[in-house]
T-cell receptor, first 114, second 114 residues
Framework: DTAVSQTPKYLVTQMGNDKSIKCEQN?????MYWYKQDSKKFLKIMFS???????INETVPNRFSPKSPDKAHLNLHINSLELGDSAVYFC?????????????FGPGTRLTVL | GDSVTQMEGPVTLSEEAFLTINCTYT??????LFWYVQYPGEGLQLLLK?????DKGSNKGFEATYRKETTSFHLEKGSVQVSDSAVYFC?????????????FGGGTRVLVKP
């Protein structure tokens, strides 16, 4: 069984469009994250939700809006896509926010903006 | 702010060679330290971790020791296999950081040739 899943795996779209990436975890975790990995493989956190509440927002443009309908899902909606948004987006989850809580990552969504 | 610096890759090795990937960190307190591995086309997986000075994390033949005096967490493996070809990320997490936030290094690509 897949622990953290993301859809779609690949997403190709035009500049200016609005798109969403979905993430689901079946681990019963309380905390979920979105990370962005750029073309140079540099990985940086974007958002974190704990029990459906936003707890980390790392100076991400407000075109990016995460939504957590329940603890098992954290979706990422992006408005007015720009070329610089092209990257691989990883969802992750952990039991909680303690330092002993390991983060488990999804397989990633490769977003290409043309 | 907190940061992680890794040696730049790619690192190309022959099978059964010794692998070392250097990682140093800058932090205002005492972080937990991690190595994650990303195999081609997959998400990140936790490889090993250490939560306090002088701890040694180990898994799948890889080892890393938390060195507070040199603020380092170098990854080593005595005899690599082709299947170890991947991108390796060093990361830290502050014990009291809000939201269980991970700060990653830039990643080191390792290519093991038969």
């Amino acid at each position: 069984d897949t622990a953290v899943s993301q859809t779609p795996k690949y997403l190709v779209t035009q500049m200016g469009n609005d798109k969403s990436i979905k993430c689901e975890q079946n681990l019963g975790h309380d905390t979920m994250y979105w990370y962005k990995q750029d073309s140079k493989k540099f990985l940086k956190i974007m958002f974190s939700y704990n029990n459906k509440e936003l707890i980390i927002n790392e100076t991400v443009p407000n075109r990016f809006s995460p939504k957590s309908p329940d603890k098992a899902h954290l979706n990422l909606h992006i408005n007015s896509l720009e070329l610089g948004d092209s990257a691989v987006y990883f969802c992750a989850s952990s039991q909680g926010v303690q330092s002993t809580d390991t983060q488990y990552f999804g397989p990633g969504t490769r977003l290409t903006v043309l | 702010g907190d940061s992680v610096t890794q040696m730049e890759g790619p690192v190309t090795l022959s099978e059964e060679a010794f692998l070392t990937i250097n990682c140093t960190y800058t932090a205002t307190g005492y972080p937990s330290l991690f190595w994650y591995v990303q195999y081609p086309g997959e998400g990140l997986q936790l490889l090993l971790k250490a939560t306090k000075a002088d701890d040694k994390g180990s898994n799948k033949g890889f080892e890393a020791t938390y060195r507070k005096e040199t603020t380092s967490f170098h990854l080593e493996k005595g005899s690599v296999q082709v299947s170890d070809s991947a991108v390796y990320f060093c990361a830290l997490r502050m014990i009291k950081a809000a939201g269980n936030k991970l700060t990653f290094g830039g990643g080191t690509r390792v290519l093991v040739k038969p």
